[in-house]
């Protein structure tokens, strides 16, 4: 019988609230941990926690609910108050049997030190509240602990945050919700008596942009009035509801917000919709004052502020040596989003949910399920075979999936800014120059990948195939790309068209898309183009994700070239379009071997620099207007030259993702990612001169975009050239592991993850230009070159290393994990799926194959097991 309960609760038959089960194994005992920080690593810790594209609250290493950023703009230190007590936070309250006092304390952990300075005592949130002595912090993303001690308080406390993360599952790890759980241990020999609340002001209107300051300067956040907090009971779940009549309704801080908790027989639930009026911080006090009288809430007759504060409290007796789960739903619905648009535009997940309460009662009985199935993710995903700094990077790099770098806008699609700053996005668009490197979002949601490569081509591309780098919107069909192409980012497109073609097996979006693939493709033929003599070689102007041009062939857009003909020349072949094959067969061989000839030095791949004969011969939409103007044809700024790239291989690197072999020579390739690590590593920032912006400091290893190691450095390089950044980083680091140089990739990822340590940086915010940034996720190639995998839906083939090992796989529809043995001369291989299904016709184990007659469907229930007898 609980075989079967079990069973059903899984898979989410049991229509139940998810405390149920979970108080009988607390979460924290279920979620295998990747990373731990201590105390003196948790300063810049926040985990983002909410959906993809609905905005996230962040979960601070301490425990605070930190950057708000639920109301479609990002808001990087945004506690919805001005800093001080106001802010949200949950607290709690003991009291033994015996005991004539009780014990109240805000569930956070130490301020750190460098916040104790302030010109009025309040250069944090919470100063003035009780904290916990100890603090730590676990995680495994899309999971946070916080673990909190004290010697003066009868219980330890662990916070679990989370949101649900299911690989090819979009909507389901895209609700705007905000799970959180303390596990609270009785540490004493005597029953406890212990209450948890958590407070929240009603902040619907004001999103952190709109502002004043008062005599001291202050930051007052402004566009509340009257905002109402209701009280609701459903039959599951109950709490406070919070909406605001007057703010309009237009508006992108316009909706709602619900905090709530399960209803359970044996707990206690008190609340109040508002407080005292707030003069002086008294509403603070009196909160505190009451809940500290016997963890119970009374509910006052009306709205003190025009921001009510609300509170919600839980009460339960725990046993000695007990742990109970005392758990919080935070939920929003604010469907108005602007983004890069002028026109307001409808969030995805407000066409699933009416308002912040139906998202709670819609999804609370689907949590089990979900949770379970995001355990599965993360446990089949750790125990895997990858280095902890590769399985971490790829990770925790998820995370920008669900920051305000990404929306999705009513129809389903997914858009990205390139990051985020404290404020605002940064460079809107959807910049394929930038989203070219990342492969987490085509491996781990196809779909939304397909609807990125439905808008590059439909929408960004005119009808003579210039494909504006950036995406307008709203969308309008063939013209909603800006007047500059970017040669890299438009090559890029092709090749990841290919992938998500290969990966889907869906051979209907290639003949749809195909002319338009095509198209973008010849467009680099044009006169004066960027192959304007078509012979396989980029000589003409090519705007790049440098954000100049560079004249003249170079390794950074010409492998790109050579990625994008092999790439259409097997479409092509597919479609049956044999003239064009041959063309991108041509020009790619010759094309190949000029760039070896040419631009191959001996030890890297380096620039030629080749100027146009006249600034009217540049097309238009390849330079930008100003620029153009600017131009000084006898010495160009912004150039690479003799220069040594970190990314002179991106073309490679992806060539190597998507199946397609070696562009170049393989030995070159190896030598020259030999001659990045040899030039561009420093082992130190303190000797290093950068007149930009400076991701790495003081004794921090990374890899320098660019040196000049025999000379030849433009007086005026490329703009980024002495900076470093991590997406670049990690396309050198995969080119590493693909050429089997495992020990230098490693050391380069692993270079990257100690700066990102939690007490310097946060451990889920890879910076470049913004917070988030896309090109981070590059770091996902990491777990598809250590597995070597590869999976064609067109083929019905999969692929993955030749060794021993346990390796996660995920191909943007199904994922699970491929498990390889040795049993004396034969090696035993298990291919499971986890989630979703997968077709397979043939399965390559390094150079030995495993055919079947015909296609074989592999599912959760479904796992294909097989022999091989040669030694791999």
């Known amino acids: 019988?609980?075989?079967?309960?079990?069973?059903?609760?899984?898979?989410?038959?049991?229509?139940?609230?998810?405390?149920?089960?979970?108080?009988?194994?607390?979460?924290?005992?279920?979620?295998?941990?990747?990373?731990?920080?201590?105390?003196?690593?948790?300063?810049?810790?926040?985990?983002?926690?909410?959906?993809?594209?609905?905005?996230?609250?962040?979960?601070?290493?301490?425990?605070?609910?930190?950057?708000?950023?639920?109301?479609?703009?990002?808001?990087?230190?945004?506690?919805?108050?001005?800093?001080?007590?106001?802010?949200?936070?949950?607290?709690?309250?003991?009291?033994?049997?015996?005991?004539?006092?009780?014990k109240t304390k805000a569930l956070l952990g130490p301020i750190h030190f460098a916040d104790y300075e302030h010109y009025e005592g309040r250069s944090v949130d919470h100063h003035g509240f009780p904290r916990f002595r100890e603090a730590d912090?676990?995680?495994?993303?899309?999971?946070?602990?916080?673990?909190?001690?004290?010697?003066?308080?009868?219980?330890?406390?662990?916070?679990?945050?989370?949101?649900?993360?299911?690989?090819?599952?979009?909507?389901?790890?895209g609700i705007p919700i905000a799970i959180l759980k303390y596990e609270v241990t009785n540490t004493t020999n005597k029953e406890l008596e212990v209450a948890v609340a958590g407070n929240i002001r009603n902040f619907i209107g004001k999103d952190g942009s709109?502002?004043?300051?008062?005599?001291?300067?202050?930051?007052?956040?402004?566009?509340?009035?009257?905002?109402?907090?209701?009280?609701?009971?459903?039959?599951?779940?109950?709490?406070?509801?919070?909406?605001?009549?007057?703010?309009?309704?237009?508006?992108?801080?316009?909706?709602?917000f619900a905090i709530t908790t399960p209803n359970e027989n044996a707990a206690q639930i008190s609340y109040r919709t508002s407080s005292v009026k707030n003069d002086w911080y008294n509403s603070t006090l009196n909160f505190w004052d009451e809940f500290s009288e016997n963890g119970e809430l009374v509910e006052k007759e009306k709205s003190a502020d025009p921001d009510p504060m609300a509170s919600l409290s839980v009460k339960k007796m725990i046993k000695a040596g007990e742990t109970k789960t005392f758990t919080f739903y935070l939920t929003w619905h604010f469907p108005n989003r602007y983004a890069w648009s002028s026109e307001k535009l409808k969030n995805y997940y407000a066409t699933k949910y009416a308002d912040a309460w139906d998202v709670i009662t819609?999804?609370?009985?689907?949590?089990?399920?979900?949770?379970?199935?995001?355990?599965?993710?993360?446990?089949?995903?750790?125990?895997?075979?990858?280095?902890?700094?590769?399985?971490?990077?790829?990770?925790?790099?998820?995370?920008?999936?669900?920051?305000?770098?990404?929306?999705?806008?009513?129809?389903?699609?997914?858009?990205?800014?390139e990051g985020v700053m404290d404020r605002k996005g940064s460079c809107f668009g959807s910049c394929t120059h930038v989203w070219n490197y990342e492969q987490a979002t085509p491996f781990l949601f196809s779909d939304l990948a397909r609807g990125m490569r439905?808008?590059?081509?439909?929408?960004?591309?005119?009808?003579?195939?210039?494909?504006?780098?950036?995406?307008?919107?709203?969308?309008?069909?063939?013209?909603?790309?800006?007047?500059?192409?970017?040669?890299?980012?438009?090559?890029?497109?092709?090749?990841?068209?290919?992938?998500?073609?290969?990966?889907?097996?869906?051979?209907a979006f290639l003949e749809e898309m195909w002319p338009k693939v095509k198209l973008a493709l010849s467009y680099a033929w044009i006169e004066n183009g960027w192959d304007g003599d078509q012979d396989g070689v980029m000589e003409g102007v090519q705007h790049n994700t440098m954000?100049?041009?560079?004249?003249?062939?170079?390794?950074?857009?010409?492998?790109?070239?050579?990625?994008?003909?092999?790439?259409?020349?097997?479409?092509?072949?597919?479609?049956?379009?044999?003239?064009?094959?041959?063309?991108?067969?041509?020009?790619?061989?010759?094309?190949?071997?000029?760039?070896?000839?040419?631009?191959?030095?001996?030890?890297?791949?380096?620039?030629?620099?080749?100027?146009?004969?006249?600034?009217?011969?540049?097309?238009?939409?390849?330079?930008?207007?100003?620029?153009?103007?600017?131009?000084?044809?006898?010495?160009?700024?912004y150039q690479l030259e003799s220069g040594c790239l970190v990314d002179?291989?991106?073309?490679?690197?992806?060539?190597?993702?998507?199946?397609?072999?070696?562009?170049?020579?393989?030995?070159?390739?190896?030598?020259?990612?030999?001659?990045?690590?040899?030039?561009?590593?420093?082992?130190?920032?303190?000797?290093?001169?950068?007149?930009?912006?400076?991701?790495?400091?003081?004794?921090?290893?990374?890899?320098?975009?660019?040196?000049?190691?025999?000379?030849?450095?433009?007086r005026v390089p490329f703009p980024y050239w002495a900076e470093v950044m991590t997406g670049f980083e990690y396309t050198a680091a995969v080119g590493m592991l693909y050429e089997g140089m495992d020990t230098e990739g490693q050391e380069v990822i692993k270079n990257i993850r100690d700066r990102y340590d939690g007490k310097k940086r946060s451990p889920?915010?890879?910076?470049?230009?913004?917070?988030?940034?896309?090109?981070?996720?590059?770091?996902?190639?990491?777990?598809?070159?250590?597995?070597?995998?590869?999976?064609?839906?067109?083929?019905?083939?999969?692929?993955?290393?030749?060794?021993?090992?346990?390796?996660?796989?995920?191909?943007?529809?199904?994922?699970?994990?491929c498990i390889i043995d040795k049993e004396g001369e034969e090696y035993v291989v298990k291919l499971n799926v986890k989630y979703g299904k997968l077709n397979v016709k043939t399965i390559e184990i390094g150079d030995q194959k495993k055919s079947y007659k015909s296609t074989k469907e592999v599912s959760p229930s479904e796992p294909l097991e097989f022999r091989l007898k040669n030694v791999l």
């Open 1 to 102: 019988m609980n075989k079967l309960f079990n069973f059903l609760l899984l898979f989410g038959v049991l229509l139940i609230p998810e405390e149920t089960h979970a108080q009988n194994k607390p979460l924290s005992k279920q979620i295998p941990i990747l990373k731990k920080y201590d105390q003196n690593h948790l300063y810049r810790i926040g985990l983002p926690i909410g959906g993809i594209g609905t905005g996230t609250v962040s979960l601070g290493g301490n425990g605070a609910l930190k950057d708000w950023e639920i109301m479609n703009v990002p808001a990087k230190g945004y506690s919805t108050v001005t800093t001080g007590n106001d802010a949200p936070f949950f607290a709690i309250y003991t009291k033994g049997k015996e005991d004539k006092t009780s």
């Open 137 to 173: 912090f676990e995680t495994t993303y899309p999971f946070g602990i916080v673990n909190l001690k004290d010697k003066t308080m009868p219980v330890q406390v662990k916070m679990v945050g989370y949101n649900p993360f299911i690989p090819a599952n979009a909507d389901a790890s």
């Open 210 to 256: 709109k502002f004043k300051s008062d005599w001291k300067g202050d930051f007052i956040p402004i566009g509340t009035d009257e905002n109402k907090n209701e009280y609701r009971k459903s039959e599951v779940v109950q709490g406070i509801y919070m909406y605001a009549d007057s703010v309009d309704k237009n508006d992108a801080a316009w909706g709602t």
């Open 362 to 417: 819609k999804e609370v009985n689907n949590l089990p399920k979900l949770t379970a199935q995001t355990l599965d993710f993360v446990n089949t995903y750790t125990n895997s075979t990858y280095s902890d700094q590769l399985k971490e990077a790829a990770l925790f790099n998820l995370s920008t999936l669900r920051s305000q770098t990404v929306f999705r806008i009513e129809d389903g699609k997914m858009f990205g800014w």
């Open 454 to 507: 439905e808008v590059e081509f439909k929408y960004a591309m005119n009808e003579e195939g210039h494909m504006g780098f950036r995406t307008k919107l709203p969308l309008k069909e063939g013209a909603s790309g800006i007047d500059l192409a970017a040669a890299d980012g438009q090559m890029g497109t092709i090749m990841k068209f290919y992938r998500d073609w290969q990966l889907s097996g869906d051979d």
């Open 547 to 637: 954000d100049v041009e560079y004249y003249g062939p170079n390794p950074q857009m010409q492998i790109w070239y050579l990625g994008a003909l092999k790439a259409a020349e097997k479409m092509a072949l597919e479609v049956k379009d044999k003239a064009f094959a041959k063309k991108c067969n041509q020009l790619f061989t010759y094309g190949s071997e000029w760039t070896d000839a040419h631009l191959f030095n001996g030890e890297y791949y380096e620039h030629k620099l080749q100027v146009p004969a006249s600034k009217d011969a540049i097309p238009n939409g390849l330079i930008g207007h100003n620029r153009k103007k600017q131009l000084d044809l006898e010495d160009p700024f």
């Open 648 to 714: 002179q291989l991106v073309g490679q690197y992806m060539a190597h993702v998507v199946g397609l072999g070696y562009l170049v020579k393989e030995e070159n390739v190896k030598t020259s990612l030999k001659s990045i690590l040899k030039y561009n590593q420093r082992d130190g920032m303190y000797e290093h001169f950068n007149n930009m912006r400076s991701y790495a400091m003081g004794d921090e290893k990374a890899l320098l975009m660019a040196s000049w190691p025999n000379g030849g450095r433009p």
């Open 764 to 817: 889920f915010d890879e910076a470049e230009c913004g917070h988030h940034y896309a090109r981070a996720m590059a770091s996902w190639a990491g777990i598809l070159a250590e597995s070597d995998f590869q999976y064609s839906g067109v083929e019905k083939s999969i692929q993955f290393v030749g060794k021993e090992g346990n390796y996660f796989w995920a191909n943007g529809e199904a994922w699970g994990n």
